[in-house]
Nanobody, 115 residues
């Protein structure tokens, strides 16, 4: 089996910064696209950012210019640097990745941004 382990969530004030991490582990033969989604209370899960194995990135318009996705291939880890956080960024953030040609999901980490 493979798994994605997320960390870095927390509670902070608007305007602050937070860095999320997600490490893939297990019997990994290939690790391709890695990304982040989020789900706010009462809302559907939405796309946040994605990064390919080659480093190409794409962002949701709502986070563009504030969030940065990156990866460390040696550590099988994807990061999400979140700056200028807003209360509307409050959500459970989920990591996903294409591992061994299959899409996998983490369990999520809570990010709460207060006014």
């Amino acid at each position: 089996q493979v798994q994605l382990l997320e960390s870095g969530g927390g509670l902070l004030q608007a305007g602050g910064s937070l860095r999320l991490s997600c490490a893939a582990s297990g019997n990994i033969f290939s690790l391709n696209d890695m990304g982040w989604y989020r789900q706010a209370p009462g809302k559907q899960r939405e796309f946040v950012a994605v990064i390919t194995s080659g480093g190409s990135t794409n962002y949701a318009d709502s986070v563009k210019g504030r969030f940065t996705i990156s990866r460390d291939n040696a550590k099988n880890t994807v990061y999400l640097q979140m700056n200028s956080l807003k209360p509307e960024d409050t959500a459970v953030y989920y990591c996903n990745a294409v591992i061994n040609r299959l899409l996998s999901w983490g369990q999520g980490t809570q990010v709460t941004v207060s006014s």
